[in-house]
T-cell receptor, first 112, second 111 residues
Framework: KQEVTQIPAALSVPEGENLVLNCSFT??????LQWFRQDPGKGLTSLLL?????REQTSGRLNASLDKSSGRSTLYIAASQPGDSATYLC???????????FGKGTHLIIQP | DGGITQSPKYLFRKEGQNVTLSCEQN?????MYWYRQDPGQGLRLIYYSQIVNDFQKGDIAEGYSVSREKKESFPLTVTSAQKNPTAFYLC??????????FGSGTRLTVV
């Protein structure tokens, strides 16, 4: 059964720093990986979707990489801002039509 | 704009009562999902549906029921058999190998 782990569970940094969030998964037979952002009490907002044939995907200050062979993905946030404070979730498709398997997330706080 | 609409935003349930959470999408996606989110446990799959009039149990289906009579709609009923229903419920949809889209959630509280 697919398992997804996110490290660190929580992170607090000063504004302006570049930072890396990590995601690992146990079954490398995935066809894509998706990063989400969740603000308190809100739904999930999709940030980046990386197909298995890609190694990177970029959107503004966000860059996500995927290494299927090692079962890892990283989300890089450049020049962090207080508005980036949220929980970041990594998810991969389960077997067949079982939806997504999620990590428990990284709770990020950017200090002004 | 296309998206997923969940209602209500907040819902209160009395002991022994059934309640229904609404999920509507205008994305023309075939597949729809219900997840439950509890603090410290991440998201867990309750039910999913790949096509109209067909749905499958997820990891924590006990105490819940669903229907899929229309492509756009996938309501979730929390029955009295669900002993610990207080949680945040999220509906999602997707099409093929494209990414998943989530609604804004319903927070259910037992009173």
């Amino acid at each position: 059964k697919q398992e997804v782990t996110q490290i660190p569970a929580a992170l607090s940094v000063p504004e302006g720093e570049n930072l890396v969030l990590n995601c690992s998964f146990t079954d490398s037979a995935i066809y894509n990986l998706q990063w989400f952002r969740q603000d308190p009490g809100k739904g999930l907002t999709s940030l980046l979707l990386i197909q298995s044939s890609q190694r990177e995907q970029t959107s503004g200050r966000l860059n996500a990489s995927l290494d299927k062979s090692s079962g890892r993905s990283t989300l890089y946030i450049a020049a962090s801002q207080p508005g980036d404070s949220a929980t970041y979730l990594c998810a991969v498709p389960g077997g067949g039509a079982d939806g997504l398997t999620f990590g428990k997330g990284t709770h990020l706080i950017i200090q002004p | 704009d296309g998206g997923i609409t969940q209602s209500p935003k907040y819902l209160f349930r009395k002991e022994g009562q059934n309640v229904t959470l609404s999920c509507e999408q205008n994305l023309n996606h075939d597949a729809m999902y219900w997840y439950r989110q509890d603090p410290g446990q991440g998201l867990r799959l309750i039910y999913y549906s790949q096509i109209v009039n067909d749905f499958q149990k997820g990891d924590i289906a006990e105490g819940y029921s669903v229907s899929r009579e229309k492509k756009e709609s996938f309501p979730l009923t929390v029955t009295s058999a669900q002993k610990n229903p207080t949680a945040f419920y999220l509906c999602a949809s997707h099409l093929g190998a494209y990414g998943y889209t989530f609604g804004s959630g319903t927070r259910l509280t037992v009173v």
